[in-house]
Structure formats: structure tokens, C-alpha cells
T-cell receptor, first 114, second 115 residues
Framework: NAGVTQTPKFQVLKTGQSMTLQCAQD?????MYWYRQDPGMGLRLIYY???????DKGEVPNGYNVSRLNKREFSLRLESAAPSQTSVYFC?????????????FGQGTRLTVV | AQSVAQPEDQVNVAEGNPLTVKCTYS??????LFWYVQYPNRGLQFLLK??????LVKGSYGFEAEFNKSQTSFHLKKPSALVSDSALYFC?????????????FGGGTRVLVKP
């Protein structure tokens, strides 16, 4: 059981380049999330998808777009990368209704924009 | 808007002593509360949750947390800390009211357990 899988694990981009971070979960969860983690800032929500077919902005959506491709996959796209987007990105998934509503996380993508 | 506050950036404790990591939250509806732990260069691992019922919740690795509705707190505790408990701890809240299914995290608290 792989859980939540993120690709790639590491990436270096030049300013202005674009890329897509991939996330897939095999737990049949309805909800999926993208977070970024910066030193001293905790985890900040970028976008989330409560269920297949819906996406909503989180705290820091500017500069990002998302696609909920199907129930399993939720991708995050940087159209024109900026140094401020250097961060560690985490994807997570969870069930929508309690009691089994805790989120499961991928191992993260370390992105550096130069 | 929902929010989580972890007032301490770092907690230092001697091995064998009790460990407490503080968390307070703000939601408009009913809170569902979670604690996660992160070891270096790893993703977040779920420790425990409060959904409803008993205010004292027991979780993995000997951790427990107490939900206090009047103080809007959900502090994480361990009676006897281990050096291996040294890690970054995050509190999170989900509000089943107007915020829908958004999961919001606090800023994290680094725990250092000294031998």
C-alpha cells in the first residue's frame, strides 16, 4: 500500500520556468491538499479539493494552479516559477467524513528556484 | 476563518520528564483536531485526533492530548519523554461548518529531548 506518492522528490528550476508537481493516492480518499513548508512558517495551505470535481483556494494560492484529474490524482502547477516559491511541497489526502478523517502525507518535493 | 496557534517555537525537556506541547484553535463550528509529527527530511505522520467523545485522547507512541472546549485548546502530552521524541510537532484543525473540508495547521513546535 503506497499511500500518497509525490513526484518528483527534488527539482531545481530557473526563474520563469514552469513545472507540475504530481500527487497520487491509493486510499480512495475524497479530499486532497497541497501545502508548502517554509522555515518558521509551518504548513500553509495552497489549494485543496474537498471531492473529485471541486477545488478551492487556501491561504497562499497566488502563483499556483491545480487540477483534480480524477479521484486519485491532484496536481500542482507553477506557471512561471519565482524564487519566493522555493519551498518543500507536501501533498495530502483524507476521507471527507469522520471518524477516519485524518490526513495522510506524501514524502514531499523539495523545490529550488534560482 | 479557522486558525491554529502553537505559542512555543521550541520546547526543551530532559529525557524521562513530562512533555507538553501547546495548541489553541479558532473555528466557527465544531472542531476536529489533530496532532502530527515530522522527523527530519520526512513527511508528516499522524499521532492522534479528537472528533467527539472523551476529552482525553490517546494516540501513537504513548502520546495523548486533552481537548478543552472552554479554553479552545488541544495540548499534546507525554508522561515520560524519550530522546527519540525529538522532532517537529504540528497541531491542525478542521471545521465542519462554513469552512468545509479545509485542514489548517499551526506553525509547529520543535521538541528537543536531552539525555
Amino acid at each position: 500500500n503506497a499511500g500518497v506518492t509525490q513526484t518528483p522528490k527534488f527539482q531545481v528550476l530557473k526563474t520563469g520556468q514552469s513545472m507540475t508537481l504530481q500527487c497520487a493516492q491509493d486510499m480512495n480518499h475524497n479530499s486532497m491538499y497541497w501545502y508548502r513548508q517554509d522555515p518558521g512558517m509551518g504548513l500553509r495551505l495552497i489549494y485543496y479539493s474537498a471531492s473529485e470535481g471541486t477545488t478551492d483556494k487556501g491561504e497562499v494560492p497566488n502563483g499556483y494552479n491545480v487540477s483534480r484529474l480524477n479521484k486519485r490524482e491532484f496536481s500542482l502547477r507553477l506557471e512561471s516559477a519565482a524564487p519566493s516559491q522555493t519551498s518543500v511541497y507536501f501533498c495530502a489526502s483524507s476521507e471527507f467524513r469522520p471518524p477516519n478523517t485524518e490526513a495522510f502525507f506524501g514524502q514531499g518535493t523539495r523545490l529550488t528556484v534560482v | 476563518a479557522q486558525s491554529v496557534a502553537q505559542p512555543e517555537d521550541q520546547v526543551n525537556v530532559a529525557e524521562g520528564n513530562p512533555l507538553t506541547v501547546k495548541c489553541t484553535y479558532s473555528v466557527s463550528g465544531n472542531p476536529y483536531l489533530f496532532w502530527y509529527v515530522q522527523y527530519p527530511n520526512r513527511g508528516l505522520q499522524f499521532l492522534l485526533k479528537y472528533i467527539t467523545g472523551d476529552n482525553l485522547v490517546k494516540g501513537s507512541y504513548g502520546f495523548e492530548a486533552e481537548f478543552n472546549k472552554s479554553q479552545t485548546s488541544f495540548h499534546l502530552k507525554k508522561p515520560s519523554a524519550l530522546v527519540s521524541d525529538s522532532a517537529l510537532y504540528f497541531c491542525a484543525v478542521r471545521d465542519w461548518g462554513a469552512a468545509g473540508n479545509k485542514l489548517t495547521f499551526g506553525g509547529g513546535t520543535r521538541v528537543l529531548v536531552k539525555p
